[in-house]
C-alpha cells in the first residue's frame, strides 16, 4: 500500500501531542499529522478532584475532534509499529504513514501485568483509582461510604504519569473522614515506592506533616506485588519484608506503569524494563535516529513525568525541530535548545490547600515565580489547580500559545 506521506508525524494526540502539533504550527511548519485513535480528550489532572467529589467527568472531557489543531490531519487510529529504516509507522487501521520527522508521545499504559489480581479487583468494583479514568467516578463513594474498617492508597512507582498526585485524592479524602468523625475509625495505610513521598525536602515537610497528623500508616520503599479481592487482601513488599494488609474496605491501589511494547520493538527504546523512549534528555532527540524525537510521559528524561513539565519540552522540542530543517537530521546537536529537567508535583494537604513543587532535573527547587512561596500549602494554589488550569489548558496549552 502507499504510504500517506506527512512532514511531521506526531504518535499520540494526548497533552504532549496535541500541544506540540499546535506550536509547530504556529511556526510555519503546516503538514501535521496527529495520529490518536481515542474520541474524547481527558484533561488529567482534574481526575483527582472527581477521586475527591470536586469535579465530574463533563468538566475535564472534551472531543477530540475539538482539541486538533486547526489545519493538522487527524488520523483517528493507533500505531503499532515503527519502522525507522524506512521512515513510516504502521496503524491498527493497515495505514502506512511516511514522515519526515516522527514525535513519539502516546503516554504511558497501564502495566496491569505486574500487580496480579488487580484487573479484577477493578473489575469487581473493591479497587479503583483516579489514575483508572474509567474508575475515578467510583472512588469519592466508595471512600465516603467509609465508616470503619482498613483502606488502601498507593503512589505508583516511577516512570508513572505525575505519581505524586495519587497523595491527592488520600489526603483530602482523610480531611473528610476528620470532619465526619470517622477517622479514627479507620485504619489508613499510604505504600510509597521511595523512602519520602516527593524526594524534595521542602515539600516533605509539608506531607509528612499531613499524614501524621491523619494518623496515616506508611509503608516506604514498598511495593504492592498482589492484591486479592475475594479475601479483601494487599500483598506488599519492602526491605522490612513482605506483608499482607487484610481485611481492606476499598483499595486505592494504582497500577504500574510501561511504555507501549511497539517502541522497544523497533528499537527505540533504552534498555530498561518499563522501555521508555531512548533520547537524548536535553534535546529531545532520539540517540540513534535524528528524525525521531520524544517527549511527555513516554520519553527517557530522567524525571518524574507531568504534564506542568510539558509546558517547558513543548517549547523547546518545537523549535529543535524547526532548526533542524523540519526536524528530519538536518543541523547538529549543538544548535539546539536544551530542556532543563523542569517538573511539577502538585499536592493537595487537605480539601482546600495545595502546595506545588517545581525541581529541575537535579531535583533542586526551580520555582516558577520567586514569590510566593509555593510549596507552602494555599488556598489560591488550590482554587487555580481545581478551577483556573483547566481553562488554561483548553484555551492557551492546547493550543500552542502557552
Ligand atoms: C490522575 C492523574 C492526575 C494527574 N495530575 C497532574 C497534575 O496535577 N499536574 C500535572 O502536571 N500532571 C498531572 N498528571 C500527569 C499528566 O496528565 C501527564 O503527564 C500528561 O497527560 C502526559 O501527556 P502525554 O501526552 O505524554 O500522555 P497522555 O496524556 O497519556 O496522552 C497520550 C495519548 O497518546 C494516545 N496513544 C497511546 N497509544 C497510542 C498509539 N499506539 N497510537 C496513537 N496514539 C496513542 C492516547 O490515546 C493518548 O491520547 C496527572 C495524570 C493523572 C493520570
Redesign the pocket.
Known sequence: MTAQQHDVVV???????ISLAARLQRLGVDDVAV????TTHHY??L??YVGAGQATMADLERPQRDVIPDGCTWVED???AVDPDASVVRTRGGRTLGYRTLVL????LEDWDATPGLVDAYADGWAAS??VADSAPRVWPALTALRSGSVVFTMPPEPA??GA?ALKPLLMACEHWQRTGVLGDLTVHLVLPAASALGVPAGDEQVEWALAAYGVQVLREAQVEAVDHAARSVSVVSPAGPRTLEDVAFAHVVPHYRA?A?IAEAGLATASSAGLVDVDPETLRHRRHPAIWSL???ADLGIR??????RKQVDVLADNIVATAGGAGAGTDDDLRRYDGYT?M?ITVDRRRLLLVEVDRAGQPSPSAPFPDLTRPRRLTWAF?RYGLVQVYYRRILRGKV
Not at 35 to 38: E, N, S
Not at 105 to 108: I, N, S, T, V
Open positions: 504518535v499520540g494526540g494526548g497533552n504532549a501531542g495520529v490518536d485513535a481515542r488529567r489532572p481526575l483527582s493507533r500505531v503499532v508521545c502516546p503516554g504511558l483516579t489514575f504519569p505525575c498526585t507501549p511497539w511527555g510521559d513516554v513525568p507531568s504534564g506542568g513539565a510539558l511539577v502538585p489547580d
